[in-house]
């Protein structure tokens, strides 16, 4: 009997041993317990739903509000200062000129005030302003009316005429494209103009050079056919004295030599008077 007992317990010490720990310090669940008589069996569904309000349901000692995570703070983040307009690193303080001159502004001021309070004004009844006020807001009535009733006839007209006003700015637009297009073939009349004026003084210089070259030519043929008139086996001067005997004998020359004679006795006759002559 000693040695059963003795079994027993060695057992039961190595079954606690060789059972598992729990993650958790939650009691061991306990076994079912045995269904008592008259006692409903419970559905599935209600299972469940026991178990998610028992989830819902705050436990004793703790609050009912979810906690939120705050916010974390980001790390060096200075706290938020006054905000900075544009540029107010470059300000300046005021310089002494605009000082004085706000000085002399706000003496000026004084003395102004010092002014109209020294000065007599007739006196004016609670009345008088108060009729003045209404006075005035009538007006400012009336001007918006005005301004009002000057809009819907302003719309109106605009809605009468304005088929005639699209057709007056069609015109507009058509008479705009004809003189945009005349323009044009104006402006293209005045570049050929130009460039033909151009042609012609080129031309106009290449007749004046080609004169100048047949002016050259014709006084080498002079000279040419002079030399040829003189022989060849003569000098200079001798040359030089058929050229010039030759000139004298040409015809056109000796015409001229005798209508020079001639032209000087005539002179001669009409300045000498007639008594000397007769004499």
């Not at 669940?29 to 349901?57: C, F, I, L, M, N």
């Not at 706000?106 to 009729?131: C, D, R, W, Y």
């Not at 040829?228 to 030759?246: C, E, F, Q």
């Not at 032209?263 to 006759?269: E, F, I, L, T, V």
Request: charged share 30%; with cysteine; net charge positive.
């Amino acid at each position: 009997m000693s040695t059963n007992k003795r079994l027993k317990e060695v057992y039961r010490e190595t079954a606690k041993t060789m059972k598992p720990v729990r993650g958790s310090e939650r009691a061991p669940s306990k076994a079912p317990k045995g269904k008592k008589t008259g006692e409903k069996p419970k559905k599935p569904g209600e299972k469940t739903r026991q178990r998610r309000v028992s989830r819902e349901e705050p436990q004793p000692g703790t609050s009912s509000q979810v906690p939120q995570p705050k916010p974390q703070k980001k790390k060096g983040a200075a706290v938020a200062g006054p905000r900075k307009a544009k540029g107010q690193e470059k300000w300046k303080p005021l310089t002494k000129s605009s000082i004085t001159a706000l000085d002399n502004i706000l003496g000026l001021s004084i003395l102004f005030l010092s002014k109209l309070a020294q000065l007599s004004v007739p006196i004016q009844n609670q009345e008088m302003t108060s009729h003045a006020s209404r006075q005035h807001q009538e007006e400012t009535r009336k001007a918006a009316v005005g301004k009002k009733s000057l809009n819907k006839l302003a719309v109106r007209h605009w809605e009468g005429g304005g088929a005639e006003v699209c057709g007056y700015l069609v015109l507009i637009l058509l008479l705009w494209v004809q003189a945009e297009l005349r323009s044009a073939e104006l402006r293209s009349v005045v570049a050929s103009l130009e460039q033909q004026e151009g042609e012609r003084d080129s031309l106009e210089r290449q007749c004046f050079n080609l004169r100048q070259l047949l002016d050259q030519e014709e006084e080498r043929n002079q000279q040419e056919q002079m030399l040829r008139l003189v022989p060849s086996g003569d000098s200079i001067t001798t040359r030089l004295h058929h050229l010039a005997k030759t000139l004298q004998t040409s015809g056109p020359v000796q015409d001229a030599k005798n209508l020079l004679e001639l032209a000087y006795r005539h002179a001669d006759h009409l300045i000498t008077p007639p008594t000397a002559v007769s004499q």
